[in-house]
Every structure is written in C-alpha cells, then in structure tokens.
C-alpha cells in the first residue's frame, strides 16, 4: 500500500524551503493519477517561445530501472524509486515544425495573429542564429521543467533528487535515443524518501549575491 499523500499540499515556499535530494527511496509505487498530476505540473513549466523542447522519458519498468541504473554509476536511487524522469532536450526544436505550438497560442487567446506570424519566422531564426548554444538553451528550459517536478513532487508528499552523474551515451541507449541532437540534461527518481535529510545549510547572501555589479555584495 503506497503511503497517502499529505491532505493538503504545500505551498510554495513551503515546499522550496523543505526539499532535500534523497538517496534512499521505498519501493512503494506512486498511483497513476499522481504520477499524472506531477507530470501535468512538470509540463507547465515555461520554455524559450514555448517551444517546450524537452522530451521526458518516465522510466518505471524494473529492468529498465536497473539498466538506468548501471548508466549511472549503480547508483542505488534509481533502482528504488518507482519512478524516474530523464529529462532529454532537443537543441534543433525551434526549427521544427512549429504549427502545433503556433495553434494553440492563437487558440488560447494568449497569442494574437500578429504574434502567431511574427512567430513563424523569428523562433526559427533566433534558434538557428544560436549556433552552438542550441544545446544550451534546450537543456536549460529542460533543467527548468525539472525544478517544477522536484518541488511539485515535495508539495504532494513525495521526495526526489537531482542527478547529475551518469554516462549520457549509456543513458540515451538504455531509453532508446539515437537523435544526435538530443540531450540528456538531467535524471530525477521520484519516490518516497526511506531516509531524513537535515539541510546543510547555504552561505550567506554576501558569499554569491551582488547588487548591480558582481562583487558587490547584498546584505539582505
């Protein structure tokens, strides 16, 4: 029986000021309707353009956890939790077709036949015109789909970490990515924490925080 979602989620701040990144996850499964809800509250992310140049993929069978696993580094989490998010990013989505993101804007009444245009021509340019920071700018909007999960996850009773260490070439063969232009940005298990993790503590504002001009320290 999976543990029951807290009754009433937590807000915001709530949620931002009590995530830890867990390494140690029950096996207990996650029910459909809230591993839908998270995935609904990871896709309203915002995303250059709204290209939403992300792909993720929810890695939940047991072999496939496993092999994910030995891609990154055996590293335990993984196999544990129900549920993993790899996040990939497309650096070649903003010269796509555009039409499905370009109709729903106008659709929504958010964008207006003259934005809808203007659209048509400039994402494409603007992401051609980046070169080699295409990547950077797809994995970018990814790491930012991946902050919602991580906090939508803490709000609903669930915990999660952020992984940074795998073989991305291994990564991309275990979830069948053979595209060249597609990234891995980030790995998350989501599950439920078998373990309590104190917060180490971050340093004060006037070690990385400057107003105006960098070294400029803030104070608060």
């Given at each position: 029986m999976s543990p029951s979602i807290q009754a009433q989620p937590l807000d915001v701040p709530s949620a931002i000021i009590q995530r830890r990144s867990i390494k140690t996850f029950k096996t207990d499964p996650i029910t459909p309707e809230l591993l839908k809800q998270l995935v609904e509250l990871t896709v309203a992310a915002p995303s250059s353009f709204n290209i939403q140049a992300w792909q993720i993929i929810l890695v939940q069978d047991e072999a496939q956890r496993a092999a994910l696993s030995v891609a990154s580094w055996n590293q335990q989490q993984i196999v544990q939790a129900p549920v993993t998010f790899v996040f990939a990013a497309d650096a070649t989505a903003g010269e796509k077709d555009l039409t499905p993101i370009l109709e729903q804007g106008r659709a929504t009444g958010a964008w207006s036949e003259?934005?809808?245009?203007?659209?048509?021509?400039?994402?494409?340019?603007?992401?051609?015109?980046?070169?080699?920071?295409?990547?950077?700018?797809?994995?970018?909007?990814?790491?930012?789909?991946?902050?919602?999960?991580?906090?939508?996850?803490?709000?609903?009773?669930?915990?999660?970490?952020?992984?940074?260490?795998?073989?991305?070439?291994?990564?991309?063969?275990?979830?069948?990515?053979?595209?060249?232009?597609?990234?891995?940005?980030?790995?998350?298990?989501?599950?439920?924490?078998?373990?309590?993790?104190?917060?180490?503590?971050?340093?004060?504002?006037?070690?990385?925080v400057s107003v105006d001009r960098i070294g400029n320290p803030y104070q608060g």
């Open positions: 003259g934005t809808v245009n203007y659209f048509k021509n400039s994402i494409p340019q603007f992401q051609a015109g980046l070169g080699d920071k295409r990547r950077e700018y797809a994995i970018k909007d990814a790491i930012i789909a991946a902050t919602h999960l991580v906090l939508a996850a803490e709000s609903l009773g669930l915990s999660t970490c952020f992984m940074n260490g795998w073989i991305e070439e291994k990564v991309k063969e275990v979830i069948g990515i053979t595209d060249p232009d597609l990234a891995i940005a980030v790995v998350v298990p989501v599950g439920y924490a078998a373990e309590p993790r104190l917060n180490p503590g971050r340093l004060p504002f006037s070690y990385n």
